[in-house]
Structure formats: structure tokens, C-alpha cells
């Protein structure tokens, strides 16, 4: 018997700071908003999130458009199939200047970074939003991206996380690089700092050689929250380790409920605690006043928004493989899953939808560009907070990365019917529990590595 859950609910929101959501049909909804190049935009739908109480909001990206099929951008431009990419540190501050409560989270690479830069940015944005920075852990996918940092092709799988072990160790010494009270500000003996609470950190590894301080104060909430969504298994070993929050695409709860159980082990096995780490599957969420109206919108969502040019170019972006000699209609065969990189997974996901028999690139790739990722809830407020409900409670998840159809509706549909009811089964929060994400999100502030070997040295 399932022992009844005493915490609440974690709800993150996921966005793209681009023409669409990450499902690829959004800007063709007609009451999509259309201003994404406007910083109001961030800022209106921010707010209908901190409005909702929601823990956090954070932002996917990708460092290239994509043109890997058919070696263009062109199918990627027409159909709108996620061209565009607005830096996110801009657009972070002009959230921050908007809100006062709700996490703050976008997406940097480790492989096309330096970790200087990354820890600065997020140090930065801490400090301006008061301690709501989180910094989305990601490794990069393709060759497109490569392409634009004067390298010819991605780096295979185990040395992008070797180099991503060695990227965070850095950054975590540079966010440490200040300890508290550092800063004197003594103005009468002209003092502004205490130069034996400000460290070089003196890193030379494999792939980093870093001599620091860094030039940013250690931060409200000592170090930003970590984020990281690996499924492979070195992934899963990554977030163990560093992950405060675990972004998953587990198609259902039974299969969510066996990866939450594994990737808790392995946090234990790192030497941490499990319950401090938040498993967050990403969910779709289609909320209406009626039960019809929210399936006639899944329907219009699911059949009539996404083209199958964009799916497909959306596919070769995720496989790294250009799939423009393929026809949608060609089955998926074993020989084409040996052959290309990251598609085995892909195919046992759609699997678990859509079952067993013939399996054609055009529903592979639907998977990727429509809203067949994760569990979809779909009814009126009363019905989604039932499904969010069962996978909660059950032990498959500890809350959920919901994703929009379109903005800013999805989410307001959201904070309007489900969240009220979420928080009257006493499920959601109804305030923020105190100034920082950490707090947010009951997370203890970390040790700073430099004060803790200090004190050690001086007992």
C-alpha cells in the first residue's frame, strides 16, 4: 500500500524564447500571441505564472536553427519549425524585473560554453532577481550546433559528459570563490572586502583551466539550482550527482514510476539525499470549461496545427541524422535504427503510445512535434488535477514541467481551472514560502567548499 504523500506538488513551467512552445504547431493557434519578440510578452506570460504560485520557469534553447535535414534551414524557416532562439539572458532580466517570487531558469550548454561565462550569467541573475536563478544543465544534440562554433561535428556522447563533469566542478568552485561576510564595505579604514574570503580557484583539468576568483559575489542562495534531463544512463549517473531538479519524458506513469525509483537510488548512492531531488516528467495539460471542448482542442492540436515537413525536420534535429532521402511513409526498420544515433529510445517511446506493428517515419516524428512526449491530461480543471493527482500520488513523479500547446493560453487555461483545484485537495501552494527558489523549493542553502576546507585547516 502506497504511503500517503505529505509534501506538495512541484510545478515547473517549460518555454521557448522563440516563434513557438516546444510543441512545433503553437504559432499556427489562432489565439496564439504573436509578439515573441517583445520583452512584454515574457513578462505578461511570467506573470500568469507567478500568479499560479508556480515553483519555476525556465527556458529550453539551442545554439543553431535547425539544418540538419536536407543540410538547410529552409524546411526549418517555412514551416516555423522553432527558427528562432532569443538569447536568454536577456530575456531573464526582463522577467526578473517583472516578478518577484517565481524561479528564473534557462538552458546552457557545456559543450559550446566556458564555465567563467556560465557562472557569471547565473550568478548575475541571481543577485537581480534576489536568488530565483536556475541554470538548465544540457550537453547539446547536434551537429548544427558544432557548426556554429567552428567545429565540424558534436562531440560523441561520453566525452560531452566527460567534459560536463569537469564544466560544473569548475562553476561550482567559482560560485564558491566568495565565501558570506566576504564583503566589508568598511568605508571609514577604506576596506571594501576580505581578500582571505575571496579565492583563486586554480583549476587545470582535462578540458578547463580556470585561475578565478570569480567576478560576481557569492549569490542569495549560495549557488543557483541545478536542472538536468539525461535519460541515458551516464545522464542519469550526471543528475545523481548534480541535479536538484530532474527533468524526465516518461510516456506513462508505470514507466515513470520504475525511472523514479532508479534514478532515486542512484542519488543515494552518490551520497545524497533522495528526498531533496525532484523528479519532474514533462506533461501537456489541455484544460477546457467542458470535457468536449478539451477534446475537440487535443483533436485540433494533435491532427491539424503541426506539418509533417516540420515534424521531420524537427526528427533529424533530435537524431542528428538528415532524414530528406526518407519519405514520411517509409516504415521504421531495425537496420535504420542501428544506423542512426539517438533513435532507439525515440522508437520504444512512440511504442508504449501507439503500440506494436509497422511504425512510419511521418508517426516517429508526429511524436517529437505534437504532444506524444509525456502524459497527456486533458478535461476540465476537476479532471487534469485527477490525472496530476494519480501520477503524484502513485510515487511516479514529484510534480510535473508542464509544457504549453500555445502561449500564453495554455497556461492561463491552467492557472484559471486546474490550479484552484489543486490547491483546494491541499496539493499546491497558495503563497511562496519565503524569498529565494531554494526556499521555494525547500532546498538547503550548499556549503561553500572554500570555508568548509578553511575551517577544517584551522581546527
Do not use: C
Not at 525556465?58 to 540538419?68: E, N, S, V
Not at 536577456?90 to 516578478?99: K, M, S, W, Y
Amino acid at each position: 500500500m502506497t504511503t500517503p504523500r505529505t509534501d506538495q506538488m512541484t510545478l515547473v513551467a517549460f518555454l521557448q524564447a522563440s516563434n513557438v512552445s516546444v510543441y512545433s504547431g503553437s504559432w499556427r493557434y489562432p489565439s496564439s500571441a504573436a509578439d515573441y519578440l517583445d520583452l512584454r510578452y515574457y513578462q505578461r506570460i511570467a506573470r500568469v505564472l507567478e500568479e499560479g504560485t508556480f515553483d519555476l520557469m525556465f527556458f529550453d534553447d539551442r545554439l543553431a536553427m535547425p539544418t540538419i535535414y536536407g543540410n538547410s534551414p529552409a524546411e526549418a524557416v517555412r514551416r516555423g519549425a522553432r527558427p528562432i532562439k532569443l538569447d536568454l539572458s536577456t530575456v531573464l532580466g526582463a522577467v526578473a524585473a517583472a516578478t518577484e517570487h517565481i524561479g528564473l531558469g534557462a538552458t546552457y550548454s557545456t559543450t559550446y560554453y566556458q564555465p567563467f561565462h556560465v557562472a557569471r550569467t547565473f550568478a548575475t541573475l541571481d543577485h537581480l532577481s534576489g536568488g530565483r536563478a536556475a541554470w538548465n544543465v544540457v550537453t547539446s544534440v547536434n551537429d548544427a550546433e558544432a557548426q556554429n562554433f567552428g567545429l565540424e561535428q558534436h562531440f560523441a556522447h561520453d566525452k560531452r559528459y566527460d567534459r560536463a563533469e569537469e564544466f560544473i566542478e569548475v562553476v561550482s568552485k567559482l560560485w564558491d570563490s566568495w565565501e558570506e561576510g566576504a564583503i566589508l564595505d568598511d568605508r571609514a579604514n577604506g576596506v571594501f572586502a576580505d581578500p582571505e574570503r575571496v579565492h583563486e580557484i586554480d583549476h587545470q583539468g582535462e578540458y578547463f583551466t580556470v585561475r578565478g576568483p570569480l567576478t560576481v559575489p557569492r549569490t542569495p542562495q549560495g549557488r543557483p539550482v541545478i536542472i538536468q534531463a539525461g535519460q541515458s544512463g551516464r545522464g542519469m549517473q550526471f543528475a545523481a550527482r548534480w541535479a536538484d531538479l530532474i527533468f524526465t519524458s516518461d510516456p506513462t506513469q508505470e514507466i515513470a514510476l520504475e525511472h523514479y525509483q532508479q534514478q532515486k537510488k542512484l542519488i543515494t548512492e552518490a551520497g545524497r539525499d533522495a528526498d531533496t531531488v525532484k523528479l519532474l516528467p514533462m506533461a501537456y495539460t489541455i484544460v477546457g470549461e467542458t470535457e468536449a471542448i478539451a477534446r475537440e482542442k487535443e483533436k485540433i492540436f494533435l491532427d491539424e496545427l503541426v506539418h509533417p515537413m516540420a515534424s521531420l525536420t524537427l526528427l533529424s534535429e533530435v537524431t542528428n541524422h538528415d532524414f530528406a532521402e526518407h519519405s514520411l511513409d517509409d516504415v521504421v526498420t531495425d537496420e535504420l535504427i542501428d544506423s542512426v544515433s539517438g533513435i532507439r529510445g525515440l522508437v520504444q517511446g512512440v511504442r508504449r503510445h501507439v503500440g506494436e506493428g509497422k511504425l512510419t517515419l511521418r508517426t516517429l516524428a508526429n511524436h517529437r512535434a505534437t504532444l506524444l512526449q509525456g502524459p497527456r491530461f486533458v478535461g476540465t480543471g476537476t479532471q487534469v488535477a485527477d490525472q496530476m493527482q494519480e501520477w503524484f500520488e502513485s510515487g511516479a513523479s514529484d510534480g510535473f514541467v508542464l509544457a504549453a500547446t500555445h502561449f500564453p493560453g495554455a497556461f492561463e487555461d491552467f492557472v484559471r481551472l486546474v490550479v484552484p483545484e489543486l490547491r483546494r485537495r491541499g496539493l499546491f501552494r497558495s503563497e511562496y514560502p519565503g524569498a529565494t527558489l531554494r526556499d521555494t523549493l525547500s532546498l538547503a542553502q550548499p556549503e561553500n567548499q572554500f570555508a568548509k576546507t578553511e575551517e577544517a585547516s584551522g581546527a
